[in-house]
């Protein structure tokens, strides 16, 4: 009967409305890329059908190392997650901090109609969350060492919304801590200054804007139906088009559109790149990077990349460093005590 | 074999069950008298009269604590504190619970409830931290009773205190709960004292151990009939409003011996009542006392076997777990007060009466945390950090809060503390009790907002990346 318990929890994502493969919205999902198929690119209901099924997709090595992927982290999350910081830990510290502050007052906006208040702190933890995703994706893709963990997202080369699942467990760990922060940080402050009116507005107990991310169409992003939106629209909310250029091979489309929900935040910082019709797009990465599908390798190799890239610095450390040391005990005889950084031997 | 084993198991389960659910809302007592050769007429064993005498005595303490006229009157006041504290040759009347209308009470006078009792001789006498000065438990009840007698009404509003409320919060730990935990439930259960084949004293119409777990039961200030009452009207019994809740015998007046709830049942209700409703601390408490009674007469005044004994120890384990976590919870409430309190300090809205409210309050607070280090455990690093938190004296709207006391029983105030601060303190005071007592229930939590959003917003594992 445990066991029983174990594989229902490996699945339970599937029937929990805040997740993104909860299956209410992956039928809405599959509902959206047939109407945009048959209305949009006047393709037959046959036609759409087999595109949206296509089993060269569906089964094929990549989609099918992202299913067993999928499993080996539920597993691994169950272990991990009672070992991290939540964000009630975060705000809760954070709340005592606040405390602490003179010129702070706490309740000072506790007069904000209820109604303010609660969509206000909605519409703030999300636009946070998004703000702060788009930001850790930035630095995944800018730093060597957190790369070297998200190619394995990268190297996937085709998707299904089994795909967002498909991210080495460092990984996980790195978003889990971001949502604490984020999250805990918004939580404390509205607690502070707006007291305990303060609440959430949900639809089936999800925030009302994730909950519109998710029904209109968010596991699209990982798939290869690749719906646009208007060039005005691309500029303010990522497209499921604009996605799968992030995940595109092509040397233009490296380190372009980061953002989850707003593409506000690649406008801002100079990362967007709007979706261009017709273009055929190739997922993945070179051979020389990752491997699609090889598990070892995908769980494996981001731990020598990352040891490779720290000797690397180490030894570049160590060049700069070691003739600035020879100067020194030249210049100075030996009574001068050589700087403690010149008798680091990274070697 | 496996089978018959299963049977058996079951069997036994079964009859565990159906034995437990008979007696599960049995009162305390009446028990048989087991005493070998008792020739008397009683036919009831159980008797804890004593430790009622002693509950009135602490209840009337605490009423006469708020009679100081500000000094003119203190030798007079002092004099009628002590007498309570440490008995009197003279029968004492009941100053509370006293009759009152819708109410009728059947004892006036201790006397009439036992003879010969005080508080002082039944009182914790070890090292009290928690107070300034270095002094041991009786010390510093019978220098706020000096204090008491001093002040007006009860209440010092430079230094922030609150007599009546530190001096009862105070005693129902270091009487009531270091008495049962410490003595009646501890020592008193081993096989060399108080044996259950003799009678408790010559002539007695209790074995040693019936009399020793009803002492224990008494201290705990339950009616007899609590059991069969509802959270809601334990408590309202000991506020003494529902009449009917409270009268078991249909007689229409109040027998304080069996009939009324006392301090630390009341605070078990009120945890049971109030925050988060997933505690049973009294009916836990009750059914342990309840059924441990059962155990020893069910020896039938034979000395109990080690078997018998070790069971027995269990249910005082059980009483004494959630006992200690009943005052965690009240101090944990009074925290939240505080907290609340202070509030409306800031607020500046009738700052007289929020700074009264504050001050009872942190008397509440205050004593009960002294009950928790009255007990059987050492709390070790825990008290320490509970006694800075909380201080000797609650934080004042000027920013100081009392640092020691002279020789002359003077207040020193010398540590800087600004009521935000002192916020802070209350916050980290509630975490301290859920983390060393994993208490349930928290009333007043302060953060409990920050824990219900987090529930909202659900776990932060395996957050979605792209």
């Known amino acids: ?347 | 074999m496996l089978k018959s084993k299963l049977n058996l198991t079951t069997a036994i389960v079964l009859s565990t069950l159906l034995s437990g659910a008979a007696l599960a809302d049995q009162a305390y007592g009446p028990f048989p008298v087991t005493v070998k050769g008792y020739e008397g007429d009683k036919t009831n064993s159980v008797s804890y009269s004593g430790q009622i005498a002693r509950h009135v005595l602490h209840d009337s303490l605490k009423k006469a604590a708020g009679k100081g006229d500000g000094g003119h009157n203190a030798a007079e006041v002092e004099a009628l504190m002590l007498a309570y504290f440490n008995g009197s040759d003279e029968d004492l009347a009941i100053i509370a619970p006293a009759s009152k209308d819708g109410f009728p009470v059947k004892q006036a006078t201790v006397n009439e409830i036992s003879k010969g009792k005080n508080i002082s001789g039944k009182f914790y006498n070890g090292a009290m931290t928690a107070w300034p000065g270095n002094k041991s438990g009786v010390d510093v009840a019978l220098q706020m009773i000096n204090l008491a007698a001093a002040s007006n009404q009860g209440y010092d509003p430079v230094n922030g205190m609150d007599w009546g409320q530190l001096i009862s919060k105070f005693t129902l730990g270091a009487m009531a709960y270091n008495q049962a935990v410490d003595n009646y439930l501890d020592e008193k259960l081993e096989a060399g004292t108080k044996p259950n084949d003799k009678p408790y004293k010559e002539g007695a119409h209790y074995t040693g151990k019936e009399h020793s777990w009803d002492e224990a039961f008494g201290y705990f200030g339950a009616a007899a009939h609590s059991v069969s009452l509802s959270p809601e009207q334990n408590y309202a019994v000991s506020k003494q409003k529902d009449l009917a809740a409270a009268d078991a015998n249909g007689d229409d007046v109040i027998d304080l011996k069996t009939e009324m709830v006392f301090g630390p049942a009341y605070y078990a209700a009120g945890a049971d009542k109030g925050g988060n409703k997933n505690t049973q601390y009294m009916v836990t408490i009750f059914n342990a006392f309840r059924d441990g009674r059962a155990l020893i007469a069910s020896a039938n005044g034979e000395a109990l076997t080690d078997a018998q004994r070790a069971e027995l120890k269990n249910y005082a384990d059980i009483i004494e777990t959630n006992w200690e976590k009943t005052l965690a919870e009240a101090t944990f409430k009074y925290a939240g007060s505080v907290y609340k309190d202070i509030d409306k300090i800031k607020s500046g809205e009738d700052s007289d009466k929020a700074l009264r409210n504050y001050v009872k309050h942190w008397g509440e607070l205050k004593g009960f945390s002294m009950a928790l280090q009255s007990g059987k455990n050492n709390l070790g690093a825990a008290a320490i950090d509970m006694n800075w938190l909380i201080g000797f004296g609650p934080a004042m709207p000027d920013g100081k809060m009392v640092s020691d006391i002279d020789a002359g029983g003077n207040f020193v105030r010398d540590r800087e503390m600004t009521l935000d601060d002192y916020q802070v303190n209350m916050l980290k005071v509630q975490k301290l009790l859920i983390d060393t007592f994993g208490i349930e229930s928290r009333a007043n939590d302060a953060t409990a907002d920050l824990a219900a959003l987090a529930e909202k917003l659900g776990t932060t594992e395996s957050a979605e990346s792209d």
């Open chain 1, 1 to 347: 009967m445990e066991i029983l318990d174990h594989i229902g929890s490996v699945f339970a994502d599937f029937s929990n409305p805040k997740k993104r493969v909860f299956f209410g919205y992956l039928l809405l999902t599959i509902l959206i890329a047939l109407v945009w198929l048959v209305a949009v690119r006047r393709a037959s209901i046959r036609a759409a059908l087999h595109e949206v099924f296509d089993r060269k997709v569906l089964f094929s090595a990549s989609s099918l190392a992202d299913y067993k992927i999928f499993v080996i982290n539920r597993v691994f999350t169950m272990f991990i997650s009672p070992l991290l910081v939540s964000q009630l830990a975060i705000a809760t510290a954070l709340y005592y901090a606040l405390h602490d502050v003179d010129f702070l007052q706490r309740g000072l906006f506790a007069g904000t109609p209820k109604g303010v208040i609660i969509a206000l702190f909605t519409a703030t933890i999300f636009v946070v969350d998004d703000l702060t995703k788009y930001l850790m994706h930035r630095w995944m893709h800018r730093w060597p060492l957190l790369w070297a963990i998200h190619k394995v997202h990268h190297s996937a080369e085709t998707m299904t919304p089994i795909t967002v699942y498909r991210v080495h467990p460092l990984e996980g760990v790195l978003y889990g801590l971001r949502a604490a922060v984020a999250q805990g940080t918004v939580m404390a402050s509205f607690l502070f200054f707006f007291g305990n009116a303060v609440d959430l507005h949900t639809v089936l107990g999800v925030n009302i804007l994730s909950f519109v991310f998710h029904v209109t169409g968010s596991n699209l992003r990982h798939s290869h139906i690749s719906i646009r939106y208007w060039r005005w629209l691309e500029h303010l909310l990522i497209s499921p088009a604009q996605h799968q250029v992030h995940h595109s091979i092509a040397r233009e489309h490296h380190d372009k559109n980061f953002g989850v929900a707003f593409a506000v935040w690649d406008w801002m910082f100079g990362s967007l790149h709007l979706s261009e019709q017709g273009r055929k797009l190739k997922f993945g990465l070179k051979a020389s990077e990752a491997h699609p599908s090889r598990l070892l390798d995908i769980y494996f190799r981001p731990f020598g990349d990352m040891a490779r890239y720290l000797r690397r610095r180490a030894r570049r450390l160590h060049e700069r460093l070691r003739p600035q040391a020879a100067r020194n005990s030249a210049a100075s005889g030996r009574d001068k005590p050589i700087p403690a950084v010149a008798r680091t031997d990274p070697g």
